[in-house]
């Protein structure tokens, strides 16, 4: 209970639900968001669209519908286009949901565009669509951007983060959002087989960890920086480092 108020009051959210993993935690938020409007749009590059068995899809009976292919982003424009369906289309299929993954593990952790998306969440807003952010690696990508977690997951009316890619728990990850929405949803968790009763060493080293993080990361990627650059001096080595990095950089090491 003490780790789901402090994740909930670090995003800006109304309450917070410990899950045992970022799978479920994805896939019950679409499932509350969509209601029954059944399509989903998401980054052909996520986790959601690549890593999660067709769960949404087989255990929901959602639709994804893929975007921005080979990118972090993808526009409003395509959004909006995918929303609006063929002008021949014979019957309207709604879209319920709009997803976005940030940092993009799949494309070398890049940041999906900030203002880029927050003229897709205001757009959806004025549709009744609902907005999941998948902020696995969010408290990494604050640190880069400078934008604070909860302007994030401002936009969005529920957001995912990973309790152990960075706060060294075991397993576990955090959904928060409204209470009207979450309350009860641990029915669903237990459903879906994520019950564990013996999960609180997860939420205690967690909590640890959480404490000045944000500064201890902010020193780490400072040291990195200075590592990089030496490097990037060195003949034969360049360092590829796109407007959006986060903390994946790629090496180019020359052979003689």
């Known amino acids: 209970g003490e780790l789901e ?16 993993t970022g799978t479920l935690a994805n896939h019950l938020a679409l499932r509350l968001l969509a209601r029954n409007r059944r399509r989903v749009l998401v980054q052909r590059e996520s986790h959601l669209y690549n890593d999660e068995g067709d769960c949404a899809q087989q255990l929901s009976g959602l639709t994804l519908v893929p975007l921005g292919a080979g990118k972090a982003s993808f526009t409003l424009e395509e959004a909006a286009a995918e929303i609006a369906g063929p002008p021949e289309a014979r019957v309207r299929i709604p879209v319920g949901v709009i997803s976005i993954e940030t940092p993009v593990r799949r494309v070398a952790g890049e940041a ?8 897709i969440a205001h ?21 880069y951007t400078g934008i604070a977690p909860a ?35 641990f029915h669903q968790r237990r459903m879906f087989g994520g019950g564990l009763p013996h999960v609180w060493p997860y939420a205690a080293v967690a909590l640890h960890y959480l404490d000045g993080f944000a500064e ?8 990195a920086d200075l590592l990089l650059g030496a490097l990037d001096e060195h003949p034969g080595v360049s360092v ?9 950089t790629v090496l180019n090491i020359a052979g003689r």
Request: hydrophobic share 55%; proline share 3%.
């Open 5 to 20: 108020a402090r994740m909930a009051a670090l995003l800006g959210k109304e309450t917070a639900v410990f899950l045992p």
């Open 112 to 119: 999906f565009d900030f203002a880029e998306m927050r003229r």
């Open 123 to 143: 757009y959806a807003r004025e549709r009744g669509i609902g907005l999941h952010l998948d902020g696995a690696r969010l408290l990494i990508e604050a640190v």
């Open 151 to 185: 302007e994030y997951a401002a936009l969005f009316d529920t957001v995912y983060v990973s309790l152990y890619k960075y706060l060294n728990a075991a397993a576990g990850a955090i959904l928060a959002g409204p209470r009207a929405l979450l309350d009860g949803l």
């Open 216 to 223: 201890r990361f902010a020193a780490a990627a400072a040291a």
């Open 240 to 248: 590829e480092r796109p407007r959006a990095a986060t903390n994946v």
